[in-house]
């Protein structure tokens, strides 16, 4: 079994950064499938950003040059570094890990940008 715990949401205004963390615990194998997804009321849930187990990285577009994915492997953590945020990034934020073909979420963490 796998457990994802998120940390680092908040309150930013606009133009603000915050950085997101996502541990993982539990059976976890070398360099799993990570990503980062949002969700607001009534919209489905959104990939925001991704890293494969070989390092490549992708993120939506609305994110782009402004987010970064990164994680460290000897901690099962990956992190998202948010930048010049906008009020549009306001939203859960979850944690995914896929391992042998099963999907993991953490609980998510708000993000709220607003002045």
């Known amino acids: 079994q796998v457990q994802l715990v998120e940390s680092g949401g908040g309150l930013v205004q606009p133009g603000g950064s915050l950085r997101l963390s996502c541990t993982a615990s539990?059976?976890?194998?070398?360099?799993?499938?990570m990503a980062w997804f949002r969700q607001v009321p009534e919209k489905q849930r959104e990939l925001v950003a991704q890293?494969?187990?070989?390092?490549?990285?992708g993120y939506t577009d609305s994110v782009k040059g402004r987010f970064t994915i990164s994680r460290d492997d000897a901690k099962n953590t990956v992190s998202l570094q948010m930048n010049s945020l906008k009020p549009e990034d306001t939203a859960v934020y979850y944690c995914?890990?896929?391992?042998?073909?099963?999907?993991?979420w953490g609980q998510g963490t708000q993000v709220t940008v607003s002045s």
């Open positions: 890293i494969f187990s070989n390092g490549v990285k």
């Open positions: 995914k890990l896929r391992q042998f073909s099963s999907d993991y």
């Open positions: 539990g059976s976890i194998f070398s360099m799993p499938y």
